[in-house]
């Protein structure tokens, strides 16, 4: 079946562009606005994934800038140095198999949390042997894929100078016209980026519309950026979205859906994605994991939508994982973009070929 729509799609994409666009059904992500009566979600609190090998992965972890904060026999918590009490949360697989097991979102407050509850499907949980504590909401969706709504933890205190594993001495940049730093110096040392917090998401899903629907219908993700395909301009392939936070400006996209093309039969997590304080940040932290002979997928370049500085590994598991600086912010008053695919860095290496597909990523 997959061949034959393959076949029809290469075809109808060599017609006449007004004559494949009448054939090819619209497929068209419909207006997207945040109002009060969905659940008003304040950030990505942290992700889940599941292991086979949870001390290779502690090893990777440590060589991309994760801080171990908790272990368990079966379960390791690994925190940035923001203000949430871990951003990442590995389980040793019983069967062996690597898995992502869902994003977990902060509630903008106990009431938009209790909302959460109501909704259909909601299984209410307890995080009370986590770091932080606080409680959780977990929602099945389509492919076996999770998603978590958290709320009260205890925050961790952090202070205003970002943690570093690399940076000695760190003045302001001296650009051509303006040189602020005077008779100071840079200096740096090999080691990893130490991540932040957590950035953003995303799922390749063959259900999107429907998928896309339930999430926008019930929480405040709005889209940043649309893009439509390369042939159809009545085909929406790929959303960017933010947290609606109104006038508070919040991450360009904290998650993003791609159409799957026919072939892929299940939802899959495309990459997760970690803040690191700035550009030497990141280009040390690449040095360092190429080092220990971790596999660079793509970086370090930069977008184009969001303006992320980005570098793209592969961790013990095979998942890909990213390393970002320098993202854009969006409000209220941010219009949604709506353009082609087009390129998606602006410099660095050249995209791998099966970058947006699933390649020998596991789900
Ligand atoms: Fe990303």
């Keep these: 079946m997959s061949l034959v729509f393959k076949l029809l799609f290469n075809f109808l994409s060599k017609l006449p562009r007004f004559i494949r666009e009448r054939i090819m059904p619209d497929m068209l ?19 889940y994934f599941e292991h086979p090998d949870l001390e290779k ?26 203000k949430d009490p871990y951003v ?33 499907g909601a299984i209410m949980g307890s995080l009370e042997d986590t770091p932080g504590g606080g409680k959780i909401i977990t929602f099945n969706r389509t492919d076996n894929t999770l998603f978590h709504i958290i709320y009260g933890q205890t925050e961790r205190e952090t202070g205003s100078q970002e943690a570093t594993a690399t940076h000695e001495q760190q003045g ?15 200096r740096y040392h090999p080691g990893p980026a130490l991540v932040h917090k957590v950035g953003h998401f995303g799922y390749v ?17 709005v889209p940043s950026d649309i893009l439509y395909h390369w042939d159809f301009s009545n085909m929406d392939v790929l959303t960017f979205m933010h947290l609606d936070l109104g006038e508070e400006y919040s991450d360009h996209h904290v998650f993003f859906m791609q159409r799957a093309e026919p072939e892929v039969k299940k939802t899959f997590v495309h990459h997760t994605s970690y803040e690191v304080a700035d550009m030497d ?49 969006v409000n209220k008053d941010t219009p949604t973009s709506r353009d082609v695919v087009g390129p998606f860095s602006i410099w660095g290496p050249e995209v791998p070929k099966d970058f947006g597909g699933k390649g020998a990523s596991p789900s």
Aim: glycine share 8%; aromatic share 18%; hydrophobic share 35%.
């Design 172 to 186: 302001p940049y001296n650009r051509a016209f303006e040189k602020p730093r005077k008779g100071k110096f840079q």
């Design 281 to 329: 940040t990141q280009q040390l932290g690449h040095e360092w994991l190429a080092s220990k002979g971790w596999k660079s997928i793509w970086g370090v370049g930069r977008h184009v939508l969001g303006s992320q500085i980005f570098d793209y590994w592969a961790d013990s598991s095979g998942f890909k994982i990213e390393h970002y600086a320098d993202g854009d912010l």
């Design 88 to 120: 990442y949360v590995a389980t040793r697989s019983k069967d062996g198999k690597p898995r992502f097991r869902g994003p977990a979102f902060v509630a903008r407050s106990q009431e938009e949390f209790e909302k959460a509850a109501k909704l259909p």
């Design 29 to 47: 992500i419909p207006p997207i606005s945040n109002n009060p009566s969905k659940v008003q979600l304040d950030r990505l609190g942290h992700f």
């Design 205 to 221: 899903c063959p259900d999107f519309d429907n998928e896309l629907a339930w999430y926008t219908d019930n929480f405040n993700f």
């Design 57 to 82: 992965f502690s090893k990777f972890a440590a060589d991309f800038g994760f801080v171990e904060e908790k272990r368990t026999k079966d379960r390791i918590y690994f925190r940035g140095y923001g």
